[in-house]
C-alpha cells in the first residue's frame, strides 16, 4: 500500500470503513441466515456433548469445569441469537410506517455480523478430550456416625487419648481394643471427622477390613482413596510397588476398622509410620494380639460407660416414657442389664421406646435376667455380632474354656487358679503333658488367649482374678442353654439367683454342667437322672462371706446315684456335716473339693475314687484323715492345710505315686522336720506348701537340697511366721533366735523372704551369697538388726535381684546401710523398685547420699512412725538426676523430720505424694516443671501450712490442690 499514491490511499482509508459499514445493511439477511445455521450446528454440538456428560454421570463421574463452563455458554449464546432473530423478524419504520429505519437495520446487522464470529468462536472451542472424569476425593471423607452426646465423659476422655496420639512423634501405629459393639467404630468415626479442615495429614483413609482378611481388597481400597487405577492383570506386589511409590511421598493416616488378624504393611505396600514421615496407622479391633502382632506403639482399650452415662443414654433412646414414676423403677434394672455396652443400651432402648405398660418392662428385665432373646433385635443385634468373638476362638478347646466361666454368678470376680485348676482337669489338659504344672500352664495361656479376644477382662482384685462382663455371660448362657439351636454342651446355670430349692429333676436331665452355687438350698432331697453331668457346683460364697445356716446342709443318700460321668464336684464353703455313701459311685470323678466345710465331720472311706486327681480337704472340720487316700493312686494335688487332724500318716502322702503339689501349711500339729525328711522320696512333687516346727530335720537330709531345687514353687513356713507369700517360692522364717547350718541350701532358691521376730539376726550380711535369686524382703521385729547391708560383709553382687525391702518395726535399727559407700561395681540396689520402712524408731536418715547413685530404679518410697527420723538422706553431695524413677513418696508420722536432703534436688518423675504428722518439714519435694498436676494428700495445721519455704509460686500452688488441713 505504501507504492500508492497519498490520493488514493486517502481514499481507501476512508472506503474500506465505509464499505463495511455498508455491508452491515446490505448483507443482513445473508448474514442473519448464517447465523441461523451456525446457532443450529452449535446446538446439535452442545446436545450431544450434553448427552455424553449425562451419560458419565450416571455412573458417578462429574463433567470438566472446561465442559460446564462451555455449556453455559453455549446457552447463554442460544438466548442472545433468539433475541436478535426476533428483531430481525420484527419491521422497523419511520416517519409513522412510510419508509423502512436503515439506521436501526444497520445496528442490527452489526451486532449480527459480531454474534456469527461469538458463534464461530464457541462452536470451535467445543472439542474436548473428556468431557467428565471421576470426582475428586475430599481429603477427607466425612463419615456418618452416632456417637451420642450423653457419653461425652467416657468417649470424649478415650477419643482425647486417641488424638493425643496421633498428634505425637512417638506412636506411629495406635491400637484400639475391646470387646465387639463397645463402640470403637464409632469413636474413629469421630476422630476421622476431626480431621475435616485441618492440614494436618494430606489424606485420611477408611478402610473397612471385617473378620475375612482380604489384602487385595486392601489394597483396592487404598487405590481408590489415592485415584490409582489397578489394571485387571496386576498382581498383588506390582499393586504394592504402586502403593508404595505413591504414599511414600504422601503424609498420611490410615484407618483400618475391624481387624481381626495382623497382616504384613510391606507386603500391601504401606510404609512404616516413623518420626521422619510423620505418618500415623490406627487399627480397631478386639483383640490384644491383633494389637501386638501389628507392632503398635500404643494400644488403648475401650470401655464400656458409666452407669450414669448408660442411664442416659437408655433414656435418649427409649424416650421419656422412662421418666414414668411406674415404669422408672424397672427401666433403670432394665438399663443395669445392659451393663454399659452400647451396642446392648440402644438396642433394647430402640426395642422398649415408647413402651407404656410396667408387665412389659418387667417381662423384658426377666428376659434379660435370664439371659433370654426374647427382646426384638436382641439376637440378631447384640448376641450374633458377640458370639463372632467366640466363634474366631482358635478351637474347640478354648471356646469351652470360655463357656465354662459361665458356671460362676454375674459379676463375680473368677479366681484364676481356680478356674484354670477345674479346665485343666475336666477338659483333659493333664492328658495331653507331663504333669499339674504343665497342664496349669497351658490353662493359663488359653485365659491369656481368651482375654486377648476381649471376652474376659482382669478382674478389680488384681491380677489373681478375672471378670466376665454380663453381656458375654449372657451370650455364653444363651450358647449353652438346653432350648438353644447351637450345637455342643449344654449348661443348667443357676448360679446366685438366691434359690431355696434346687431346680426340678427334669431340668437336670441331658446337661453337662450344673451350677447352682452362691444360693440358699439347705436341703439336696433329690435323686435327678444326669447320664452326661460332668461337672457340678453346689458351692456358697467366696470366703469374703461366713458360712452360714442358710447354706447346704443336707445331702439325699442317693443324690449321687446317676451321675456316672461326673468328674467335678465342689461342695466348697457349704454347711453339710457328711457326705452320702452314693458318693463313691462316682467312679469317674477327678476333682473333689470341701473346702472350708467347717462343719463337716465324716467323709466315706475314698479309696473306690480311683481317678481322683484332685483333692481339697483345706479349712474343713474333719477330725480324722480319711480312709483308702492310700489307693488313690491317680492324685495329684492334695491340700489339707489348716485342718484339725488328730493324726496325719505323713508316710501314706509321702508314698502317693503321682502326687505333684501338696500343702501342709498351718496344721494342728506341725509338721515335724525330721518327720518330713522322707518327702525326698517323692520324685514327681514339684509343689510344696508347709509349715514345720523346726528347720534342723527338716535340712537335715543328705538328699534333700538337691530335691528341694527340682520344686517349682513352695512356700515354708518355719514357726509362727503368718504372712501371705510374695512369690511362688517364699520362705517365712519366724522365732527362731539361731539359724542352723545348712539354711543356706533353704533360702538361696527363694524369691521372696520373710523374717518375723528372728532375735538372733543381727543383719542380713550372715545370708550372703545366698540371697542372689531373692527379690522381696520382709524382715518385721526382729529386735537384734542394727542394719540391714553390711557393705564390708557382703559381696558386689549379694542382693543383685532384689526388688522390694520392708522393714517393719524393727525397734534397734540405726542403718539400712552400713560399711560406707557401696563398692563402685556392687549391683546389690539396682533393682531396687520399692522400699518401705515402718516403726523404725532408731532411724535417723534412710540413705546416705553416696548410695542415691545405684537407687536409680527406685519407684515407690514409703516411710512412716519413725519418730527420730530428721532426713531421708544424708549428705550434702547428691548425684545429678537422683531418683529419677520415683513415682510415688509417702511420709506419715515423722514428728523430727525437717528436710528430705539438705541440697534441693528435683524429682523429675514424681506422679504422687503423701505427707502427713511431719510438723518439722520446712519444704515440700521439688518436681519437674512439666508436671500440671499431681496427686496425693497434704495433710497438717496450718500453722505448719503456712511456714512452708516454696520454691515458686507453680509449686505452691500445685500443692494446695491436695492440701487437706488439719
Known sequence: MDSLGPVVQIILFFWVPVSQQIGYLKHLNNNVETLKRETKELQDKRHQIQADVDDAISVGKTRVRLVENWLVDVTNIEAQVDSLRMEFEQPRTCLNGCCTNHF???????????????????????????????????????????LPRVQQSTA???MEEIWQCLHDEENGIIG??????????????????????????????WVTVSKDLNLGLIQEHIGKKLKIRFDDNEDMAEKRDKLFTQLKNVRYLLILDDLWEAFSLDQVGIPKPDKRNRCKITITTRFIRVCNEMDAHKQIRVRTLTPEEAWNLFCERCGDVVMSSEIRPVAEKVAEECSGLPLAIKTVGRAMHGKDKKEVWENAL???????????????????????????????????????CTLFPEDYEIPIDELVRCWAVEEGFIENVNDLEEATNKGHDILERIKDACLL??????????????LLRDLAIWITSPSSSIEGSKFLVKAGEGLMQPPEEKMWRGVVRISLMHNKIKDLKITPDCPNLVSLFLNQSSGLVPVCSNFLRTIHSNFFELMPKLQILDLSRTGIESLPMSLLQLVNLRVLILSSCRD???????????????????????????????????????????????????TMIYGLPSLEEVSMMYLKEKVDGATFSEAVNMKRLRSLSISVSNLNGFIAHDMFHRWFSGLTSFHVEVKSAVFPPFSNKHISIGGCDKFPCGIEGLTKHAFSLYLYKSKGLTSLSKFQGDLKSLRHLLVSECSGVECIIDWREVGDDAFQCLQSLDLHRLLNLEKIFDGGAPPPLNTSLQNFRIIRVISCEKLRSLFSSSMVEQLHQLEVLHISDCSQMKEVIEGDELPHNSFPKLRILRLYGLPELESICSQRF??????????????????????????????????????WWERLEWEDEKARSLYTRIYKGP
Open 104 to 146: 436501526s437495520r444497520y445496528k442490527l446487522g452489526k451486532r449480527v455480523v459480531k454474534k456469527l464470529k461469538d458463534v464461530e468462536n464457541l462452536k470451535a472451542k467445543g472439542v474436548f478430550d473428556k468431557v467428565a472424569e471421576s470426582p475428586r476425593r475430599p481429603r477427607v471423607l466425612e463419615m456418618q456416625t452416632s
Open 156 to 158: 470424649e476422655e478415650t
Open 176 to 205: 484400639i481394643y475391646g470387646m465387639g459393639g463397645i463402640g470403637k467404630t464409632t469413636l474413629m468415626k469421630a476422630i476421622n471427622n476431626k480431621f475435616i479442615g485441618t492440614d494436618h495429614f494430606n489424606i485420611v483413609i
Open 366 to 404: 426377666r428376659a434379660l435376667k435370664g439371659s433370654s432373646p426374647e427382646i426384638p433385635g436382641m439376637e440378631r443385634q447384640v448376641f450374633l455380632p458377640l458370639k463372632l468373638s467366640y466363634d474366631y476362638l482358635e478351637n474347640e478347646e478354648i471356646k469351652s474354656c470360655f463357656l465354662y
Open 457 to 470: 477382662e482382669k478382674g478389680s482384685y488384681g491380677n489373681k482374678y478375672v471378670r466376665m462382663h454380663d
Open 600 to 650: 463337716l465331720v465324716e467323709v466315706p472311706p475314698l479309696g473306690k475314687l480311683k481317678e481322683l486327681q484332685i483333692l481339697d480337704l483345706s479349712k474343713s472340720g474333719l477330725k480324722n484323715f480319711p480312709q483308702g487316700i492310700e489307693s488313690l493312686v491317680k492324685l495329684k494335688r492334695l491340700d489339707i492345710s489348716s485342718t484339725s487332724f488328730t493324726a496325719i500318716p505323713y
Open 906 to 943: 528435683m524429682f523429675i518423675s514424681l506422679e504422687e505424694i503423701h505427707v502427713r504428722s511431719c510438723p518439722m518439714l520446712k519444704k515440700l519435694p521439688l518436681f519437674s516443671s512439666s508436671i500440671h498436676e499431681i496427686k496425693g494428700e497434704i495433710e497438717g495445721e496450718r500453722e
